[in-house]
């Protein structure tokens, strides 16, 4: 009998002991681990596999320059909440992409940082440079793929086409200098919802939802879903090569690397570094 007493104690107390585990938030190490695991495994993917991902990727983020402007053209202008409203469209692309698992290459300024950051050899880098290469190109090419759809077929009626063409020369026509900061908070953005995502559980959606709302209403700019909006004026002749390089995708590109590498990779890395190199943390969590 009291072996019996015994035994249901300890279940009991293992139950408790799960129970625990379940309801305590991930720490920063292990947040840090998953992530830094899910950028080797990024690394060791096939290149074929990478480019369908990225163009899918590409594809698919034209769901927010769509959503936003389905959104803008059925909403009252002159209602003081359409702006805040309007921009929730703009979430549609992003929450098709991360849930698909597809390659976004903002994703990556993160995910495969922490294993170069970790490892510091030549080969990581190397590794590094070579998706990070890979997906961007996959991306513009998805990203032209949906805009030619967009632009230069009659799918669309004539106000929507209108309305995407307003909503993509405002997204392109800050000029570099203006669009490399505007690229800074929006590269930030994206980082954190990687970051989050390990502890979201059943809040992944409006993780993704708000922050990416957040880009959107806060008028930042991302390179991929600017991509469309640029390639949809280039292919429509209302944008050249040059400018469209030079005001946009290279001063962007840049700011979503200084966003999500340069400071929110290394701040992510800081305040795990002591614990991973000591070996000290969560790690019977």
């Given at each position: 009998m009291g072996q019996t007493n015994q035994a249901d104690k300890a279940v009991r107390h293992h139950k408790e002991e799960a129970s625990v585990t379940e309801a305590t938030r991930l720490s920063a190490r292990l947040i840090y681990e998953v992530v830094r695991r899910d950028g080797e495994e990024e690394l060791r993917r096939p290149m074929l596999s990478l480019l369908w991902s990225g163009i899918a990727a590409g594809i698919l983020i034209s769901l927010s320059?769509?959503?936003e402007a389905i959104f803008r053209l059925n909403l009252d202008p002159e209602a003081p909440s359409s702006y805040l409203i309007e921009n929730a469209g703009y979430s549609l692309g992003f929450i098709a992409v991360i849930f698909g698992r597809l390659q976004l290459f903002t994703?990556?300024?993160?995910?495969?940082?922490?294993?170069?950051?970790?490892?510091?050899d030549r080969q990581s880098f190397h590794a590094m440079l070579r998706l990070w290469v890979l997906v961007l190109a996959a991306n513009a090419v998805g990203a032209f793929i949906a805009a030619g759809f967009m632009g230069l077929t009659r799918v669309l009626s004539p106000d929507m086409v209108a309305t995407i063409t307003d909503l993509s020369r405002h997204a392109t026509g800050f000029g570099a200098f203006e669009a490399f900061l505007r690229a800074i908070p929006a590269g930030v953005l994206v980082a954190a919802i990687v970051w989050m995502m390990p502890s979201a559980e059943g809040n992944a959606f409006f993780i993704i939802f708000t922050f990416t709302w957040l880009i959107a209403a806060g008028d930042f700019t991302h390179i991929v879903?600017?991509?469309?909006?640029?390639?949809?004026?280039m292919l429509r002749g209302d944008l050249g090569f040059g400018p469209a390089m030079q005001e946009f995708f290279l001063p962007v590109l840049a700011g979503n690397i200084v966003g999500g590498t340069a400071i929110f990779a290394l701040l992510a890395w800081g305040q795990v570094r002591k614990e991973v190199q000591d070996g000290v943390g969560d790690d019977d969590r």
């Open positions: 320059v769509l959503g994703e990556n300024t993160i995910t495969t940082v922490l294993p170069v950051i970790a490892h510091s879903a600017g991509t469309v909006e640029m390639a949809f004026l």
